[in-house]
């Protein structure tokens, strides 16, 4: 069972910067993209950053352009995502996902327990 362990997020100020971070365990061959979730309070999870696995193509949501980065090691075990200039409106938990996905936003497989980022 593919398992995946969030960690990083915390309370900041408007305009701060925080580094999340998933290790993946038992990624299956059948994987070709990982990436975040978020989930504000009252409203639907949204893709905001993905990765390839194989081969380096990025996708963002609109939101988050030039705000995000997401990135993987080479081993494929960690990704991370660089979140700056954080606003109010980032607040929420955010899930690093992986699976089989022919679209950037579609329905990921597994899903991480989540990070909590607040944002005031």
């Known amino acids: 069972q593919v398992q995946l362990v969030e960690s990083g997020g915390g309370s900041v100020q408007t305009g701060g910067s925080l580094a999340l971070s998933c290790v993946a365990a038992k990624l299956t061959y059948s994987s070709n993209c990982m990436g975040w979730f978020r989930q504000a309070p009252g409203k639907e999870r949204e893709g905001v950053a993905a990765i390839l696995l194989r081969g380096d193509d990025t996708a963002y949501a609109d939101a988050v352009k030039g705000r995000f980065t997401i990135s993987r090691d080479n081993a494929k075990t960690t990704l991370y995502v660089q979140v700056n200039s954080l606003k109010t409106e980032d607040t929420g938990v955010y899930y690093c996902?992986?699976?089989?996905?022919?679209?950037?936003?579609?329905?990921?497989?597994?899903w991480g327990q989540g990070t909590q980022v607040t944002v005031s």
């Open positions: 996902v992986t699976g089989y996905n022919s679209n950037w936003w579609g329905e990921f497989a597994y």
